[in-house]
């Protein structure tokens, strides 16, 4: 089930990058399919147990394997370091053009 | 060795950033670590064994270096020694040397890692470094070019990190020895975002404008080392796993046509290079057990094809042929353009001799056809008119060096491979250049047929990613 919902949010990021007009919206789609990506990631590290693995005198419980989630911070500082550059990208260029649909932008600036 | 590999891993990233601290030096520094680069690229070819690093436990990060890295890295380095030498003189501020630096480091730790989590953040850090480089020059058409880029590249690298939790899911580890036995679905999602951060066969078309906009320096980088860097793990992959080694070899003969096909009907210079790009990242992927000799010619080659391309004095090749251009610049171009058609004397001829010894039998058509089509499209510049007084002093100071080193690489790597020169080897490639300078001749210089570039729009590079998916997951679906 969840899952599932964890799919539904890539594929929505998905098609809100291919179907929005505007760049703006583009970029938060695909940060909406890389909140998907990384849920899926904390997902499959709780698949045995929920608690984190520190140190302590409780025997025998479920551990959340902590690899996935160590990984998924990398993405996510990534994630969020490249949003940061495009944000800055369309700001010049909203600046420059009194318009932010992309497809007026491809028509101004492909040869 | 080990000490020695993280050291030279680490040096790109510490000076690159020394660069922007120092900037009176930058350009001596950059050149350093190009230097640094390829004596390590030589040290490996001495050692016959591979050397592995398992880094932290079996949990993070492989290193694998061989041979076949050797041959990337070396690329990779030559390369950014000559781009380094070409903007010698051009006024480059040191946040240019700063990202050509990181750019070089983090392609170099593409070139070595074995699991799929250092290969994301390798790949993910190249797309900055390129991102910035591209936009450079801050006009809007750059600035929009690189965005494009970046939204391409990062789109597919999330459908990538998908896959990678599938397979550590299978494995319990992000090796890639662990694509063997991961469902089918993890192996699709991987390959989706490697081909199109490498630009093979459709989901690839992001790259002709990519490399054809962005200015010389950069695009003789992008083109000479940055998609190589999607295309090695491709490489290890089918190296390492002999059930995906048929999909590489399909995927390279159909990139091989389709970038050819491509460039024969073009008209502009450095998109015409660019789409040739795309089809000799086929030729690399179709002999996945050579393919490094091939990746470090075509580096050479197509870097010194997009700084000459930077000095002729127009782009369309209509006009280009009622202007002459100096005759030594010709010359160059025409070193180049042989060796990329296959012409002996040159590594070019070796690798392309390399690549169709260690092809299988349904690839050989193929093959053959795109070689063909390499000669055909390589003749448009091999006879342009020239002359020894026009446009005498247009060129800049740093191109000689950085041609020097390229163009004799280019001769020197011929030591590689040399068995190859036999009659009968000899005698199949001249006849392939022949004849498509005969069909240049007959045919394609009138042609004024044009591709729509309806393809390359950015939604459809981003809509046509979900259909690669379709079909790769079909292939790879047991």
Redesign the interface.
């Known amino acids: 089930m969840l899952e599932a919902f964890i799919f539904a949010t ?1 594929l929505i990021g ?1 098609f809100g ?2 179907f929005k007009q505007n ?1 703006v919206m ?1 970029i938060i789609s ?1 940060d909406v ?2 909140t998907g ?1 990384i849920a ?2 904390v997902l ?1 590290a709780s ?1 045995k147990g929920l608690f984190t693995p520190i140190l302590g005198n409780k025997e025998n419980i479920n551990y959340a394997d902590p ?2 989630q160590a ?1 998924i911070l ?2 996510i500082v ?2 969020f ?2 949003q940061a ?2 944000l800055v ?2 700001m ?2 909203a600046k ?2 009194p318009t932010l649909e ?2 007026e ?2 028509k ?4 | 060795m080990n000490t020695l590999t993280i050291i030279w891993i680490a040096i790109p990233l510490f000076i690159g950033f020394t660069i922007y601290l120092l900037p009176k030096i930058d350009r001596y520094l950059a050149l350093v670590v190009a230097i640094v680069s390829a004596g390590y690229a030589l040290q490996i070819f001495s050692h016959t064994s591979p050397l592995n690093l398992n880094l932290l436990d079996n ?2 990060v492989i290193l694998v270096v061989d041979h076949l890295s050797g041959f990337f890295i070396l690329t990779n380095a030559i390369v950014t020694a000559a781009v380094i030498l070409y903007c010698w003189n051009l006024e480059k501020t040191a946040f240019f040397y700063t990202q050509l630096i990181i750019l070089h480091g983090s392609v170099n730790s593409a070139f070595i890692c074995a699991d799929f ?1 250092s290969l ?2 390798a790949l ?2 190249i ?2 470094a390129a ?2 480089l591209i ?1 450079y020059p ?1 006009s ?2 750059s ?5 494009r880029y ?2 391409v590249s ?2 597919a690298m ?1 459908f990538y ?2 896959g990678a ?1 599938l397979v ?2 299978a494995h ?1 580890s ?1 090796s890639f020895a662990g694509l063997k036995g991961s469902p089918p679905e993890a192996i699709a999602l991987i390959f989706l975002g490697l081909l199109t951060k490498g630009g093979i066969f459709v989901s690839g078309l992001w790259l002709p ?1 990519t490399h054809s ?1 962005s200015e010389t320096p950069v695009s003789a980088m992008l083109s000479g080392v940055v998609v190589k860097a999607g295309v090695f793990p491709l490489v290890r992959c089918a190296l390492m796993i002999e059930e995906i080694d048929p999909i590489i070899r399909l995927f390279g003969v159909g990139t091989a046509l389709l970038g050819v096909g491509y460039a024969v009907f073009e008209k ?1 210079s450095k998109r015409m290079l660019a789409f040739h790009t795309v089809s000799q990242l086929g030729f690399i992927l179709a002999a996945p057990e050579v393919g490094g000799f091939y990746a470090l010619t075509h580096g050479l080659v197509k870097s010194a094809l997009f700084l000459i391309a930077g000095v002729l004095p127009s782009r369309n090749l209509k006009e280009l042929k009622h202007q002459p251009i100096y005759t030594p610049i010709w010359i160059a171009l025409v070193i180049a353009s042989f060796s990329i058609s296959g012409f002996p004397l040159l590594s070019g001829f070796g690798a392309k001799i390399l690549t169709m010894k260690n092809i299988l039998s349904w690839q050989a058509i193929g093959m053959n056809l795109a070689a063909f089509g390499t000669a055909i499209s390589f003749a448009k510049f091999i006879f342009l008119p020239h002359d020894s007084q026009t446009g005498q002093g247009k060129v800049k100071p740093g191109f000689w060096p950085a041609m020097a080193l390229l163009l004799g690489g280019l001769i020197i790597a011929n030591v590689v491979y040399f068995q190859a020169y036999t009659v009968a080897n000899t005698i199949k490639p001249l006849a392939t250049i022949f004849l498509g300078w005969l069909a240049y001749f007959l045919i394609f210089q009138r042609s004024i047929i044009k591709f729509p ?1 309806a393809i390359e ?3 459809h590079l ?2 046509g990613m ?1 259909l690669m998916l379709i079909l790769i997951f079909w292939m790879v679906f047991p």
Do not use: C
């Open positions: 890539i998905f990058i291919v760049l583009k695909m399919m890389s990506v899926y990631y499959v698949r690899v996935p990984v990398t993405a990534i994630g370091s490249i550059l495009m990208g369309v010049k260029l420059n053009n992309s497809s932008i491809e101004n600036n492909t040869p | 949990f993070a989590i994301y953040v993910e850090v797309g900055i991102f910035l936009a801050r809007d058409r600035i929009w070019v690189g965005l970046l939204f990062n789109t999330l990190l998908v939790i550590y899911q319990h992000f404008l906009e502009d570039r729009q950015f939604e981003i809509g979900s």
